[in-house]
């Protein structure tokens, strides 16, 4: 079975551009959650989707982010305009959302670079 | 105040030491509580996790939670230097999915 896949690995763009990161979830997992960890800081949550829908985007910090999940599927997070402080490592989790813990699976993450 | 305070290290030790990795944190809401295993330019891979207080025991590894002092801490017998990787402790409230983690104890076994 395919782990949590995401795209690209690493991106470097210049402050003020646009990035998209892309994240597909194991199959058949309604949960998906996007993460970020910011140089020397902890990772950090940023918001939890069931199926299509956000239900928990405590964590964005701005309206610079944007995160979408058409049709339960992937998900992609769009930044822009990026900032310097954007970058850092994005992960992508998700989970089935049944169990005791309903452990959440990570991706390889995507570092992003902004210049 | 960080929710959660995990001592960053690095950490080195002789192959066959028992390793003991500490997370403290703040917030009484957390029931849930999880060690992370993360190799490098890989995500985070689910090692432990326990809920409430108590200890979890699986093979070389052991979870620990004192809620009373809120201190978790994961014990490594018999140290291999596949165990070489960044060790996150992380936790969560009931009825949140979001996982607050520790900045992770890097963790070098040496042969």
């Known amino acids: 079975e395919a782990g949590v896949t995401q795209f690209p690995s690493h991106s470097v763009i210049e402050k003020g551009q646009t990035v998209t990161l892309r994240c597909d979830p194991i199959s058949g997992h309604d949960n998906l959650y996007w993460y970020r960890r910011v140089m020397g800081k902890e990772i950090k949550f940023l918001l939890h989707f069931v199926k299509e829908s956000k239900q928990d985007e405590s964590g964005m910090p701005n309206n610079r982010f944007l995160a979408e999940r058409t049709g339960g599927t992937y998900s992609t997070l769009k930044v822009q305009p990026a900032e310097l402080e954007d970058s850092g490592v994005y992960f992508c989790?998700?989970?089935?959302?049944?169990?005791?813990?309903?452990?959440?699976?990570f991706g390889p993450g995507t570092r992003l670079t902004v210049t | 105040q960080k929710e959660v305070e995990q001592d960053p290290g690095p950490l080195s030790v002789p192959e066959g030491a028992i390793v003991s990795l500490n997370c403290t944190y703040s917030n009484s809401a957390f029931q849930y509580f999880m060690w992370y295993r993360q190799y490098s330019r890989k995500g985070p891979e689910l090692l432990m996790y326990t809920y409430s207080s108590g200890n979890k025991e699986d093979g070389r590894f052991t979870a620990q939670v004192d809620k009373s002092s809120k201190y978790i801490s994961l014990f490594i017998r018999d140290s291999q230097p596949s165990d070489s990787a960044t060790y996150l402790c992380a936790m969560r409230a009931p009825g949140r999915r979001a996982l607050t983690f520790g900045s992770g104890t890097r963790l070098q076994v040496q042969p």
């Open positions: 989790a998700s989970s089935q959302g049944g169990g005791v813990i309903d452990e959440q699976y």
